[in-house]
């Protein structure tokens, strides 16, 4: 928080450390298993030309979703287990880079070679998506589940693939994950968002306020909070949470361009009572 906080309001160029800072911070988001943001941040720094080997192997871990610090990687994990978390590193800077068919190339080369490593085929499926195609996606998570059966990212990225075609399903997954993992905001918010397609909007509120309980700074938890409260007749409810949208929304345009946020989106957020 408080490396967020000073990076919000600003760091002086005299001070020629910002990269320093922020290559700190994912290694904090890393460790709790927060690394969507840590990805974003670290395509920002790729994107600057940094490639040394430690940014490689960050780059790997955060794509194979390992929470630990680099550090105790290296005294823990055998040269070939390293190698291999660093090559997929080179794949995802090379996705950074928008060079999408060559890392494509490390990654079919990686699961010839070492099919069973934990998250490999996921990490996969995420460029296969960026690639649309979403079928080889979809097989690639299915290979997942049979690999790694609690996986909850896994099975919340089949749900965003078969929430259209194959509501049940999805449904399903969703449910899945919220047992699998009952703190996660992002389970909660696939499960509420999967009921409200299902048009159970009541307890598809209960999920996403539950969702919106565990992480306030989401915005698409506003956005589908406020969908469901319009359902619901809820109006004023929906135009709370659609202020909290349009707010949040603006401070996750910034960190996604630039890496950084307003020094508002690290105020603690401002809750009201629920009747």
Do not use: W
């Not at 160029?13 to 927060?34: G, K, S, T, W």
């Not at 291999?84 to 060079?99: D, E, F, N």
């Not at 047992?179 to 992002?186: T, Y």
């Amino acid at each position: 928080q408080h490396l967020q906080r000073g990076d919000a309001f600003g760091i002086t160029p005299e001070f020629d450390q910002l990269d320093v800072v922020r290559y700190h911070e994912i290694l904090l988001l890393m460790l709790a298993e927060r690394f969507d943001p840590a990805q974003v941040m670290l395509d920002q720094l790729t994107q600057k030309g940094l490639d040394t080997d430690e940014i490689m192997l960050t780059q790997g871990m955060v794509a194979l979703r390992i929470p630990a610090f680099p550090d105790s990687l290296n005294r823990i994990a055998s040269e070939d287990r390293i190698e291999i978390i660093r090559r997929v590193g080179r794949a995802q800077h090379l996705i950074s880079q928008q060079k999408p068919r060559e890392a494509a190339e490390i990654y079919r080369e990686l699961m010839k070679n070492n099919p069973k490593i934990p998250n490999l085929h996921l990490s996969y499926s995420l460029l296969l998506l960026h690639i649309r195609e979403r079928q080889a996606a979809e097989a690639e998570l299915r290979t997942e589940l049979k690999l790694n059966p609690q996986s909850v990212e896994t099975r919340l990225q089949l749900c965003n693939l078969l929430e259209d075609d194959s509501a049940h399903d999805a449904l399903e997954f969703a449910q899945q994950s919220v047992a699998l993992d009952p703190k996660s905001f992002k389970a909660h918010f696939v499960l509420g968002k999967m009921l409200f397609k299902t048009e159970q909007f009541a307890a598809s509120a209960k999920d996403l306020e539950l969702s919106r309980d565990l992480d306030p700074t989401s915005s698409a938890v506003r956005f589908a909070l406020t969908r469901t409260y319009k359902s619901l007749g809820k109006e004023t409810e929906a135009a709370r949470e659609a202020a909290a949208f349009k707010r949040l929304r603006a401070a996750e345009d910034q960190f996604r361009t630039t890496g950084r946020v307003s020094p508002s989106y690290c105020d603690p957020p401002v809750t009201e009572p629920r009747p």
